[in-house]
């Protein structure tokens, strides 16, 4: 092939010019005005129609910007035929002008709408992925920065920047002080990432996402955050997997820096503590969300060297729930005669932080109030579970652990796996036993002849067999029909359901069942709550665990005289005497009362109160 000619370079030197876009064709356009403004003047003067070198030049500018300065001309033949075709060029420049700037702004406004400009903003909240999870997390963060001015969230998720921003606006549409700014990307590409400025944030969440394989796409986005060339990661991230197998690997992508959790054990274990206590969903979600009372970590000089029993009375509008060592150790519902040590940390629940003031004045403790009754032995007990989905085994293992001796439960479900993972199952359980049996959940006929008001505790669960909505109604169904049969035999059963989606949960609360469990909802809360503060991944940790002290609603008249006027000091040293943490307190007769459904957390520990012997104290207890 030959060389190319000089016209070919001088074409290619000028197709790569034009190539760069908007400044480079008013570049042109601007090289073209010049020189047709030199062309025009040397033209007047070679007629001589101009008056010198610099007003021919203005003469002939001024007619290529402005088209109607022709109008004004009367200089004879030559002179107006010379500007008539320098204001044509100008027209066609000006034209094209117009055109170039209307094309780049257009392009700017699109490139705007992709979301893929900088967010340069410091101590703000990235969350990564789309999901219904996203209007929990916003809201719940909306919530905590409530106090301050300007608080900012950063969401980078694979759709429309304005597709997302009029999602959020159209299901919150009062975000307070609170600024959410959506940029589109891949939350698993560290490029993408670099855009919501991780570097910068305060923490980082991760969403679930909606593919086939959601924990692998938690992995990518762990590793493209942490080790993804973010520079020194200082923020802390947090997310959750949805098998318990991939757990470790997703620990191992996050590094030390990360928090995630196991969604479907911590659900099954909430499930359990859940079904065997009426009322105990209610105190988790109070811990849980931003709206009530929360959980926060305090340091207070003012009691180091002094016994925790102490600090236990020395708050009346918070509640002492442990403490953080300075060496990061949780310690949930330590021993009363343990001292506070310069660098630890109270662990209390307040309404807000702005709320915990120690107390100076001496608590008022009524001893002829307090009753030393002992536990009544465990004694064998009767679940039934409806439904079946992969969290299923887990709530089995679960109750093997809680449950006594010669304990039974029933599972009853049309799940294609259900028989044979009981048939694997059934060998291992330890002191409970367990049936099975396969039908359908929403019939009327199998429900009652079940007996349900035999069991202690019925959990309804969504199968995952089927999509999410559809499970639901199964689920609402089976409570319904449930509910009937209670009113029917005027008894009262004692049911934990679970709704796969959010929105579902008002629907459900129609049966006035006793607890219900939201995966999604639960887990963002969690989620948040660990974004705002990663020590409280410890404190739940530990609730949530069978072994140490759990959160428990007992009998009131194990603690104080039924129907005696007493405060919650003399409740708070009633359970300290028994080695428990009390932190609130149950009314029986409000139980079916929307939201807080009789529980009352963190109570004013001075106010009067009349407990019965069927209301219930909120404690933190071994056993």
Request: a negative charge; hydrophobic letters at 40%; proline letters at 5%.
């Amino acid at each position: 092939m030959s060389d190319p000619t000089f016209k070919q370079r001088a074409r290619y030197w000028f197709d790569n010019t034009m190539s760069k876009g908007t400044k480079a064709l008013i570049g042109w356009l601007t090289v073209i005005t010049f020189a047709l403004t030199a062309i025009g003047a040397l033209f007047l003067l070679v007629a001589g129609q101009g008056s010198g070198l610099g007003g021919s030049l203005w003469t002939s500018f001024i007619h290529i910007l402005d088209a109607g300065t022709i109008t004004g001309d009367g200089e004879g033949a030559p002179y107006m035929v010379i500007m008539f075709i320098t204001t044509i060029g100008g027209l066609v420049i000006l034209s094209s002008l117009v055109g170039v700037l209307t094309t780049g702004l257009d392009a700017k406004l699109e490139d705007l709408r992709k979301g893929r400009s900088l967010v340069v903003e410091k101590d703000h909240t990235v969350v990564l992925g789309w999901s219904d999870q996203v209007f929990i997390v916003i809201s719940e963060l909306v919530e905590a920065n409530e106090s301050e001015k300007r608080a900012v969230i950063a969401i980078l998720a694979d759709r429309d920047k304005v597709e997302m921003e009029d999602e959020i606006r159209s299901k919150l549409p009062d975000l307070k002080t609170t600024h959410v700014v959506c940029r589109t990307g891949d939350p698993a590409d560290p490029d993408d990432i670099a855009i919501v400025n991780p570097g910068q944030a305060k923490s980082v969440i991760l969403l679930t996402s909606a593919e086939d394989d959601p924990d692998a796409q938690l992995v990518r986005s762990l590793l493209a955050v942490t080790q993804g060339g973010q520079g020194n990661l200082k923020c802390h991230v947090v997310g959750a997997v949805a098998e318990s197998r991939n757990l470790p690997a997703a620990r191992l992508a996050g590094g030390r820096g990360a928090h995630v959790v196991d969604a479907n054990d911590l659900m099954a274990r909430l499930m359990v503590q859940t079904c065997r206590q009426s009322g105990l969903s209610v105190v988790y979600t109070d811990l849980l969300d931003f709206g009530g009372d929360e959980i926060y970590m305090v340091e207070e000089p003012n009691l180091f060297g002094r016994p925790l029993s102490q600090a236990l009375h020395s708050y009346r509008t918070s509640s002492f729930l442990g403490v953080l060592t300075k060496e990061g150790r949780c310690i949930v519902n330590p021993p009363s005669n343990a001292q506070l040590q310069p660098g630890d940390k109270l662990i209390l629940i307040a309404s807000d932080d702005s709320a915990i003031r120690l107390d100076g004045s001496r608590p008022v403790i009524d001893e002829s109030a307090i009753i030393a009754r002992a536990e009544p032995k465990h004694r064998p007990e009767r679940t039934l579970i409806l439904g079946w989905n992969a969290k299923t085994r887990m709530v089995l293992e679960q109750l093997d652990q809680y449950v006594a001796p010669g304990s039974v439960t029933d599972v009853v479900t049309d799940h294609p796996d259900a028989a044979e993972a009981i048939r694997k199952i059934g060998p291992t359980m330890r002191v409970q036993g367990l049936n099975f049996k396969q039908d359908d959940t929403t019939d009327r006929l199998l429900l009652e002849s079940l007996k349900p008001g035999s069991y202690d505790h019925i959990i309804a669960l969504c199968s995952d067999d089927v999509p999410p909505q559809l499970a639901d109604s199964r689920t609402l169904v089976t409570l319904l029909h449930l509910r009937d049969m209670s009113q029917r035999a005027n008894t009262r059963f004692k049911v934990v359901s679970e709704m796969a989606d959010d929105r579902n949960r008002t629907l459900a609360q129609v049966t006035q069942a006793d607890d219900f469990i939201v995966s999604d909802k639960l887990i963002s809360l969690l989620l948040t709550q660990t974004a705002e503060n990663p020590h409280l991944s410890h404190v739940f940790g530990n609730l949530f665990s069978p072994e140490g002290s759990e959160i428990y609603l007992k009998p009131a008249d194990h603690y104080v005289r039924p129907g005696v006027p007493v405060n919650f000091y003399t409740v708070a040293e009633s359970a300290r005497r028994r080695g428990e943490t009390a932190i609130g307190y149950r009314v029986v007769a409000e139980a079916q009362q929307a939201p807080s459904y009789g529980v009352h957390l963190n109570p004013d520990k001075s106010l009067q109160m009349m407990l019965q012997a069927s209301d219930k104290i909120v404690v933190l207890a071994e056993d």
